[in-house]
């Protein structure tokens, strides 16, 4: 008799994603794609599809003005399947088609969101697609009048789908080439709405989709939330107030910067606290960043959003827990603790691996990319960190990088986008599994 097989999580979930950034690349390689009619190199083709399905935001073509509408209406979809998850998708497609869910595509989905149970699991999964398109129709109408004064009335209703799209995923990708390329939204530096809704897009889609189920059943009683949201909300404000006030008082208080009024100094600060983690929208030249700015940036970049959210890198919940952890060995106990709730060992070597994991894939990118195309240390780090952390910002070296360099970044992207870990365990074998333990040895650390 047969044994039933199935396919693990992490498996679903890596070759899902690869499924779709290879179909990706085929079509993106295409004439049709291209604004010229020509077919697009594969790895040009590929580094764009990785980016858009990874919800990074790092271009090695000028969005606006090299793809088609046709090239970039596949950028958008590849966005927003990136952004939705693709466990997400196929459970939607699953319910759309009249078929029953059973228990494996239920606990599948309860593994991809970062859900506690899995009773309720269908319930959630059309709340999220739901809030999503609520979410993401709200951010286009509201940004719609300034698009439509700037493009026109068509173009502007394209433009504010396509940027509400990239803001609530998270994937920073832009089509304001046709002004300057690779400007991002810094022609909107000065604007209030355009800096708002953006900001709030990216806020709402990085902070998971159990915080919104929890806001959604608890309003403001902040006491009976989960855990995980707690400390998500509580991680992701002291990450945007932070930063903002050493951009405010130490970076952009510079006389360098001429801003205009007060108001584009907040909305400077603001913007460039937020949209690292992990959007990768920018509205003023990164370049002109100090040493510090720039290693902030890079931190905020590789810490990321929440995990079952629409965006990448580490993850806030992993650096509660590492924390946490550090705080329960400086004061000799036995657990860490969060919220008066004790954390499992399991999450804290998790959370130790994952943060030793981006480490080195930064350190390591970084060095190659220096190596082989002669770039200074500092950019080169920049732009590992902002691929692995999906995020998208850059120093304005991307386009201009060797074969070599955009594998890297191509490789980065996949594993930031689907997780390291859950790479490691989709191809390394179960099969060796072993439940005795060696003989215990203490040795000395730190």
């Known amino acids: 008799m047969k044994k039933s097989r199935h396919i693990s999580t992490s498996r679903f979930i890596f070759f899902g994603f690869l499924g779709v950034i290879v179909l990706g690349t085929f079509i993106l390689t295409l004439p049709i794609s291209s604004s010229s009619g020509e077919f697009t190199s594969v790895v040009d083709a590929l580094f764009t599809a990785t980016s858009a399905t990874c919800v990074t935001g790092l271009v090695v073509h000028d969005t606006a003005t090299y793809w088609s509408a046709f090239g970039q209406g596949v950028i958008i979809v590849l966005i927003q399947i990136g952004g939705m998850g693709v466990i997400t998708i196929a459970l939607l497609l699953t319910r759309m088609s009249g078929r029953k869910i059973g228990l494996r595509q239920r606990t599948l989905m309860q593994e991809a969101i970062s859900a506690h149970k899995m009773g309720g699991i269908v319930r959630l999964t059309g709340f999220i697609v739901k809030m999503m398109l609520i979410f993401e129709l709200a951010g286009a109408v509201l940004m719609y009048p300034e698009f439509a004064k700037q493009f026109g009335i068509i173009k502007g209703i394209w433009y504010s789908l396509f940027h509400s799209i990239s803001a609530f995923c998270n994937a920073g990708f832009d089509l304001m080439g046709v002004r300057e390329h690779y400007s991002s939204l810094t022609t909107f530096s000065s604007s209030v709405l355009i800096n708002v809704v953006i900001m709030l897009l990216i806020i709402i889609g990085g902070i998971g989709f159990v915080t919104w189920d929890d806001i959604k059943k608890h309003k403001l009683h902040f006491g009976r939330y989960r855990m995980q949201s707690k400390v998500i909300l509580g991680v992701t404000s002291i ?146 960190a902002s691929a692995v952390g999906t995020v998208g910002l850059s120093l304005g070296i991307t386009p201009s990088l060797s074969m070599v360099s955009k594998i890297v970044l191509i490789v980065l992207m996949f594993l930031g986008r689907v997780g390291g870990l859950t790479v490691i365990f989709a191809t390394l074998s179960n099969k060796n599994y072993n439940v005795s333990r060696l003989p215990q040895e203490k040795i000395m650390v730190g």
């Not at 930063?243 to 460039?272: C, H, I, M």
């Not at 959007?279 to 720039?294: E, I, K, R, W």
């Open 239 to 384: 990450l945007i107030i932070v930063p903002v006030l050493y951009f405010y008082f130490f970076e952009f208080g510079k006389s360098t910067w001429n801003f205009d009024s007060e108001k584009d100094r907040v909305l400077a600060s603001l913007f460039q606290t937020v949209s690292p983690r992990t959007a990768g929208f920018n509205t003023v030249d990164l370049n002109q960043l100090s040493g510090v700015g720039q290693l902030i940036t890079i931190i905020l970049m590789l810490i990321g959003a929440a995990p079952g959210s629409t965006a990448g890198g580490m993850k806030v919940t992993t650096v509660a827990v590492l924390f946490s952890t550090v705080v329960a060995v400086f004061r000799k106990r036995q657990d860490a603790n969060l919220f008066k709730r004790r954390l499992s060992n399991e999450v804290a070597r998790s959370a130790s691996a994952t943060l030793l994991m981006y480490t080195f894939l930064f350190m390591f990118g970084g060095i190659v990319i220096s190596i082989a195309d002669n770039i200074p240390i500092m950019k080169s780090l920049f732009e590992t």
